[in-house]
């Protein structure tokens, strides 16, 4: 959610704790029912609710606990230098004369984005005439289709999430991985040059059960640096991450494609990509919810076939420039950010362009979660593929 102006004082500082006293909850995690009432009873779960705004951490601290506004029921980054806004390509305009706001005013707009950081909906205060508090009905809406499994198919889906449900007993399978290797890597501020630096160090990852924290344990362990020498602080999203980086209020955020290109271009020192510490854990893949490919085999494994040529065609650098132009159309994104994601992701081995399932990259991925105490029951593979369809390879 963009476009607040007032904000919470005890969330919109990155505070540092210890895994301990943050428990279960990361810092950009609300709970619906207890903390933000005016979602209450309407939505069973939890949520990841945050704001931007272009006001300084300064002025979020004043403002934010004022109950005529935020009142503490969210947190809110600080984009001062409207550097997100113009990411997520939002309009911003000059405060008109005579008012006390230091500040450009960014236009309200809501985006419903999955956990795999993969944006589903938009809502506009602009294009659609929304008051703010038809922003948090459609946003609910949407939040609600999507728990209630009215979807048949996801794609480019991290694997962690589904991986929960379906040990939790969710009617939803693994028919594909996408993604092989998780593409983050760990930015820090430009006094820090080596992982090893981090010690007695605050860094950003997405939360005390979030897959990033073993991705960090990974990449750490091997450069010395142990669980305890270190403080983690949790934010959902790789904005928030970055936007936290970027106040000095970390001093080092594992990031994904393209914030870790936007830390480097603004100084920050990069450390390392996960996928030299962790390549043998999938990133990201394809579910289906069993009864519908149950009853619709057909059209799933047209829709899979039709996919890999997708992935295939991705793959062949033959089609570089015609890629490039069709994500910068879609995302909106700079071409210059595109393309150094391009070559990113194709500079590296991340894809899987077979379409199977590694036994043993998806067996090392379920021992990692369990390890975490994500996964309560067995970790037999075949509880989250699905027979007939899920093709196995190793």
């Known amino acids: 959610m963009m476009g607040q102006n007032h904000k919470d004082k005890e969330n919109s500082k990155v505070h540092r704790r210890h895994d301990e006293e943050i428990g279960r909850d990361q810092l950009l995690q609300v709970t619906v029912e207890e903390r933000t009432p005016s979602f209450g009873g309407r939505f069973s779960g939890t949520l990841h609710v945050l704001g931007v705004s272009g006001d300084s951490i300064a002025r979020l601290d004043q403002f934010s606990a004022d109950p005529d506004y935020c009142a503490g029921k969210f947190p809110v980054a600080s984009d001062a230098t409207g550097m997100i806004a113009t990411s997520y390509n939002l309009a911003t305009s000059t405060p008109k004369a005579g008012m006390t706001i230091d500040h450009d005013f960014i236009e309200r707009e809501t985006f419903v984005i999955r956990k795999d950081h993969k944006i589903i909906a938009t809502f506009s205060s602009k294009d659609d005439n929304l008051s703010p508090d038809q922003h948090v009905s459609k946003s609910l809406a949407m939040v609600q289709q999507l728990t209630a499994g009215s979807l048949n198919v996801t794609v480019s889906t991290g694997l962690a999430d589904p991986l929960r449900a379906i040990d939790k007993g969710s009617p939803i399978a693994i028919v594909r991985i996408e993604m092989q290797a998780p593409p983050y890597a760990i930015l820090a501020k430009p006094a820090i040059k080596r992982i090893a630096d981090l010690k007695g160090k605050v860094i950003s990852i997405g939360g005390v059960k979030d897959i990033t924290r073993i991705y960090l344990e990974r990449m750490l362990g091997p450069n ?41 271009s603004s100084g920050f020192a990069n450390l390392g990509l996960t996928i030299d510490y962790a390549k043998e854990l999938p990133f990201a893949g394809s579910v289906v919810n069993r009864a519908w490919a149950t ?24 089609n570089r420039a015609e890629a490039i132009k069709i994500m910068v159309e879609a995302s909106l994104l700079s071409e210059e950010d595109i393309t150094k994601t391009y070559d990113f992701i194709h500079g590296r081995d991340f894809f899987e362009d077979t379409g199977k399932v590694s036994v043993a990259k998806m067996s090392t991925m379920l021992a990692a979660l369990k390890e975490l105490g994500d996964i309560e029951g067995s970790v037999a593979l075949d509880r989250f593929v699905l027979p007939g369809v899920t093709q196995l390879t190793d």
């Not at 059209?299 to 033959?318: E, G, H, P, T």
């Open 295 to 318: 009853t619709h085999k057909a059209a799933l494994d047209k829709l899979l076939s039709v996919f890999n040529q997708s992935i295939a065609w991705f793959s062949d650098s033959a």
């Open 224 to 264: 010395g640096v142990k669980p305890g020498d270190y403080d983690t602080v949790y934010a959902g999203a790789t904005a928030a991450r970055f936007s936290a980086l970027q106040a000095g209020a970390v001093d080092a955020a594992i990031l994904l494609p393209p914030f870790n290109f936007y830390a480097e």
